[in-house]
């Protein structure tokens, strides 16, 4: 029972973060735009880029060269990459009100934005070599995420850019690979000035999302409930056996607010935008390894490498029977953190045993009331963190 009830709060939890069965009017212009046209619908410029990394997958970038105050100066700017977190998108940034979003926030504050898609999502669902129908092509976490998208996403930007350094804002999984992917790869860290981590994750020891719930079913049953390819629970809910017992429109309604059921919101402070009306792409997908890998993770309270299963198979990629660690004491990039005092997925009990670890923190604050979306949502993120943020790179656009 305890099972049935765990999965069934789980999918519910991931599931579309909008009822399926809402009309569309022609007025709902934003429905099936893509994120270039989310931006430009506020009025600000973008550009795509694909992004080929060492294992082949094709990524879509994003980018807002200026802003609307002060775009007749279209020297070179400083840069700015945002990286999302799981299950999201580069929309992460730019569904909010423009006073609201930090991408635009950014931009009008004269830096070169540069949105980023990690591989799963709906704008990196291509291969060169591997179908997405394909076992082959869902067979990463964000292990591959640390290790071929951010570098060859930064590497990108550098060369099109033609500047060496970088701030790097990461949220949730975004900091979780920023971590990884700086304290193994010391010409990556080298080419950024400030990561600045919103809700960081490096364990789940005391989280309490539906995430953490997952860590309690075994690995081969989740492969059970939920294959091998990609972890979108929401389109299982035809097949669930709850669906025939319990009302569609109940399974609809703890649908409809799947994100803010797995991290938590402060109601009284959610920002709604134009978009909160359409179904967005969100949950943006991801493979059910990298859910194996955070179930891992949670597990085993500290931060390490994907098991894969059996000492011989990690022998054959770490040269180890067990998957190794992840130092992240091992990263000297200037780091400044935020977090919430009531989050669920970054749990402050969970901060509080990182931050020790960071070699080089200038700056933390926690945000007592934040939840983990309040961080992308809240109305006053401005005045808590964005503000912040663009006074600290203000600063260091000055040393």
Not at 102 to 115: E, K, N, P, R, S
Not at 122 to 140: G, M, Q
Not at 202 to 217: D, V
Request: hydrophobic fraction near 40%.
């Amino acid at each position: 029972m305890w099972l049935l009830l765990t999965v069934t709060s789980v999918i519910s939890a991931f599931g579309g973060t909008h009822s399926s069965s809402r009309k569309l009017t022609p007025e709902s212009l934003e429905a099936n735009m893509n994120i270039n046209l989310m931006i430009n619908f506020w009025g600000y410029p973008s550009e795509e880029y694909q992004v080929i990394t060492r294992d082949g997958y094709i990524l879509e970038v994003f980018r807002i060269p200026y802003g609307k105050k002060h775009s007749e100066n279209l020297g070179k700017r400083p840069v700015v990459f945002l990286q999302h977190g799981l299950l999201t998108s580069a929309t992460n940034w730019t569904a909010n009100l423009p006073n609201n979003s930090l991408a635009f926030i950014l931009a009008d504050a004269g830096y070169d934005v540069w949105l980023g898609n990690s591989r799963g999502n709906p704008w990196s669902r291509r291969n060169l070599y591997y179908s997405p129908n394909s076992v082959e092509f869902w067979a990463f976490s964000f292990d591959e995420m640390a290790k071929y998208d951010l570098p060859a996403t930064i590497d990108f930007i550098v060369q099109k850019t033609g500047q060496e350094k970088l701030h790097y804002v990461g949220y949730s999984q975004g900091t979780t690979i920023g971590f990884i992917a700086f304290s193994t790869n010391p010409t990556l860290a080298n080419r950024i000035k400030t990561f600045y981590a919103l809700a960081p994750v490096a364990t789940l020891t005391y989280a309490q999302s539906p995430l953490k719930e997952l860590s309690r079913i075994p690995g081969y049953l989740l492969k059970i409930i939920f294959g091998d390819k990609m972890f979108m629970p929401h389109t299982f809910f035809d097949q669930f056996p709850g669906t025939e017992v319990c009302s569609r429109k109940l399974m609809v309604g703890l649908s409809s607010n799947a994100l803010f059921i797995m991290c938590g919101f402060d109601r009284k402070n959610l920002n709604v935008s134009p978009f909160d009306e359409y179904p967005g792409d969100n949950p943006a997908g991801t493979s059910v390894q990298n859910i194996l890998h955070w179930t891992q993770v949670a597990r085993a309270g500290r931060l390490q490498a994907f098991n894969w299963g059996s000492p011989f198979q990690n022998q054959l990629h770490y040269n180890q029977s067990t998957p190794p660690d992840y130092d992240v004491s091992a990263m000297t990039v200037p780091i400044a953190v935020w977090n919430g005092g009531q989050d669920i997925t970054a749990d402050p009990r969970d901060v509080s045993m990182l931050l020790p670890k960071l070699q080089n923190l200038i700056y933390h604050k926690e945000v007592p009331r934040y939840k983990h979306l309040d961080f992308l949502r809240a109305m006053n993120a401005p005045q808590e963190v964005y503000n912040e943020i663009l006074s600290m790179m203000a600063k260091d656009q000055k040393n």
